[in-house]
């Protein structure tokens, strides 16, 4: 009884050690008898004891490296620090387990002299502006070469890169120079468009002016010739209603003393009367007439007569 209860327990001990769940996104490479023998993928799976060993554990999940800083030096010779980050994921664990001793060494070591072949060939700037350049040729050639490994690599990203201090220096004082100039740029517009603005301002306000200036003399000789005209108008209503009321010979005379007066009422006016003052009706009547169609007459030169 003894002795069936210490094989038991023996075989527990044995046993149960070889049975093995397998989680997900994890595979077990076996070998048996010291070659390899296949591969567990998740499940519940069963050892033989002392002939069959787990070789190695692989993890199917795409993993992230960051690297160190790596020296690399330029076409135009300036050497920078640069450090990438290599994303990878293993893809077959029998060529991961037997393709490359220490595989993660393998790719940062792959990883440091592609990155120094691709930044050889690059200028400072150049480095600087194509980052995009230099992580497509980089995730090319390290996928490429760690196929024989059981390796994909997805994605290599350029982390930073960092010139040597005098180089910043001068790259900070370029970058403050252009921004100085930028400002003066957008200023100097900005005072442009401000002189624009106010010449055109000046321009219109003139324009206005002169609109103003132009329709008021005009208004100013509408009104006067309207009011000409109702004073010859009204001139001739009067004559007419002389000649509708048939004035008599001391009406005219009247009228023709008035036009006389009208007549002497400037500077410079000479008055030539008739030889007879009895026709005085009659010349009044005629320069009645007369300033009807000329009511400021010029002055004439004296000339002798008579009444002089």
């Known amino acids: 009884m003894t002795i069936?209860?210490?094989?038991?327990?023996l075989v527990i001990i044995i046993i149960v050690p070889c049975i093995k769940i397998v989680p997900q996104s994890k595979v077990y490479v076996i070998e048996r008898?010291?070659?390899y023998y296949t591969t567990w993928h998740n499940g519940l799976h069963f050892k033989i004891p002392f002939i069959d060993r787990i070789a190695n554990v692989v993890l199917l999940k795409e993993m992230v490296r960051d690297f160190a800083p790596q020296p690399v030096i330029t076409k135009d010779n300036v050497t920078m620090q640069i450090?990438?980050?290599?994303?990878?994921?293993?893809?077959?664990a029998k060529l991961y387990t037997y393709g490359v001793e220490y595989p993660i060494s393998a790719i940062e070591s792959l990883t440091a002299t592609t990155l120094r072949n691709i930044i050889g060939e690059l200028e400072l700037d150049q480095t600087l502006t194509s980052r995009d350049i230099i992580n497509a040729k980089m995730r090319s050639i390290l996928d490429e070469a760690t196929d024989p490994w059981g390796i994909k690599v997805n994605r290599v990203e350029v982390k930073n890169i960092l010139p040597p201090k005098d180089i910043q220096d001068a790259m900070e004082k370029q970058m403050r120079a252009e921004r100085e100039r930028r400002e003066?740029?957008?200023?100097?517009?900005g005072e442009k468009k401000s002189s624009i603005l106010i010449a055109e301002g000046e321009k219109e306000s003139a324009i206005l002016r002169a609109e103003a200036d132009k329709e008021a003399r005009i208004k100013r000789a509408e009104g006067e010739a309207e009011a000409l005209?109702?004073?010859?108008?009204a001139e001739a209503d009067g004559i007419k209603l002389l000649k509708e009321a048939k004035a008599d010979a001391a009406v005219l005379q009247l009228k023709s003393y008035?036009?006389?007066g009208r007549v002497a009422d400037g500077h410079a006016t000479k008055i030539i009367?008739?030889?007879e003052l009895s026709n005085i009706a009659t010349f009044g009547t005629v320069l009645q007439e007369s300033l009807q169609h000329d009511p400021n007459p010029v002055p004439q030169k004296p000339t002798k007569g008579r009444g002089e």
């Open 33 to 35: 008898i010291g070659s």
């Open 184 to 189: 003066k740029i957008l200023q100097a517009e």
């Open 229 to 233: 005209l109702k004073i010859k108008t």
């Open 258 to 260: 008035e036009t006389l």
């Open 273 to 275: 009367l008739p030889a």
């Open 83 to 92: 450090d990438t980050v290599v994303y990878f994921q293993i893809t077959d």
């Open 4 to 9: 069936f209860i210490i094989l038991l327990i």
